[in-house]
T-cell receptor, first 114, second 114 residues
Framework: AQTVTQSQPEMSVQEAETVTLSCTYD???????LFWYKQPPSRQMILVIRQEAYKQQNATENRFSVNFQKAAKSFSLKISDSQLGDAAMYFCAYGGTSYDKVIFGPGTSLSVIP | DTEVTQTPKHLVMGMTNKKSLKCEQHMGHRAMYWYKQKAKKPPELMFVYSYEKLSINESVPSRFSPECPNSSLLNLHLHALQPEDSALYLCASSRTGQGSTEAFFGQGTRLTVV
């Protein structure tokens, strides 16, 4: 069975600085997808970034980028130039290619200090 | 339109009440989901509807009854709930039910059972 682990329950970052959130996963599949979702205090969860496992190139979306290490089964999220609006719960998630559910990690609560 | 709309936003119900949560999307997505989320925890999958058919039921108690009247609507009927059922109930949709596709979440219904 697939599992997703986020070892940092809470993190904080100074505004304008860079922070990296960690995620590791376990799977026996060779093809799959990884996601970072953000859930601000207003509750609505939104997708931050998505990575296809077959792609070696790390995904980027503006200030958000990932470091995907397939052999190590590691998928960290880097947030550059942190802003107050980045404060949220961040969930790492795994999606298989078969008709199946998405597995969420336990989440990391990120605080941004002005 | 990239919205998933949930009503009501807040609901307080007694243990003998019957109520329904509603979810609507107009993105043409063919998969819709109900999740239960406790504070500072990841969403827990409850049900998946794919092409209007129930495809996954994560051993949810029968006091929760899902319904998918059409491809745009998803209901969750509640009856004889327990205080431990108090949580944020999230609806989501995706283009297909495969784990590779991005899920779009609603803002949730904050349910309190008294």
């Amino acid at each position: 069975a697939q599992t997703v682990t986020q070892s940092q329950p809470e993190m904080s970052v100074q505004e304008a600085e860079t922070v990296t959130l960690s995620c590791t996963y376990d799977t026996s599949e060779s093809d799959y997808y990884l996601f970072w979702y953000k859930q601000p205090p207003s509750r609505q969860m939104i997708l931050v970034i998505r990575q296809e496992a077959y792609k070696q190139q790390n995904a980027t979306e503006n200030r958000f980028s990932v470091n995907f290490q397939k052999a190590a089964k590691s998928f960290s999220l880097k947030i550059s130039d942190s802003q107050l609006g980045d404060a949220a719960m961040y969930f790492c998630a795994y999606g298989g290619t078969s008709y199946d559910k998405v597995i969420f990690g336990p989440g990391t609560s990120l605080s941004v200090i002005p | 339109d990239t919205e998933v709309t949930q009503t009501p936003k807040h609901l307080v119900m007694g243990m003998t009440n019957k109520k329904s949560l509603k979810c609507e999307q107009h993105m043409g997505h063919r998969a819709m989901y109900w999740y239960k989320q406790k504070a500072k925890k990841p969403p827990e999958l409850m049900f998946v509807y794919s092409y209007e058919k129930l495809s996954i039921n994560e051993s949810v108690p029968s006091r929760f009854s899902p319904e998918c009247p059409n491809s745009s609507l998803l209901n969750l009927h509640l009856h004889a709930l327990q205080p431990e059922d108090s949580a944020l109930y999230l609806c989501a949709s995706s283009r297909t039910g495969q784990g590779s596709t991005e899920a779009f979440f609603g803002q949730g219904t904050r349910l309190t059972v008294v």
